[in-house]
Nanobody
């Protein structure tokens, strides 16, 4: 599976952006999809993930970010609203093959993901 993320850019605080992540391959629906981000000088951190009908969020983005997917287009979206300067980071999409039920905490760990996109820069100005 190859992932291609896009949609990043510069936005003012309070604004919105939608990131897209297009996946290659025919088994997209069998993968859970996640978004992570990495700010300069910081470790990569979990943002949110979608597996089946369940969505898992980092506390810092609850109520502001949502994830959706279109399996027909092999695409997952990250809608980011009410952006804050602290949301500035490179955003990465990631995919993990789902073989069984995993608890929510499984998706928080970047090490559990099998495939990664190249990242897209999001910059929020104050």
């Amino acid at each position: 599976v190859q992932l291609q993320a896009s949609g990043g850019g510069l936005v003012q605080a309070g604004g919105s952006l939608r990131l897209s992540c297009v996946a290659s391959g025919r088994t997209f629906s069998s993968y859970a999809m996640g978004w992570f981000r990495q700010a300069p000088g910081k470790e990569r951190e979990f943002v949110l993930a979608r597996s089946g009908g369940s969505t898992y969020y980092a506390d810092s983005v609850k109520g502001r970010f949502t994830i959706s997917r279109d399996n027909a287009k092999n695409t997952v979206y990250l809608q980011m609203n009410n952006l804050k300067p602290e949301d500035t980071a490179v955003y990465y999409c990631a995919a993990v093959k789902v073989y069984t039920y995993y608890s929510g905490s499984y998706y928080y760990a970047s090490s559990n993901y099998d495939y990664w996109g190249q990242g897209t820069q999001v910059t929020v100005s104050s």
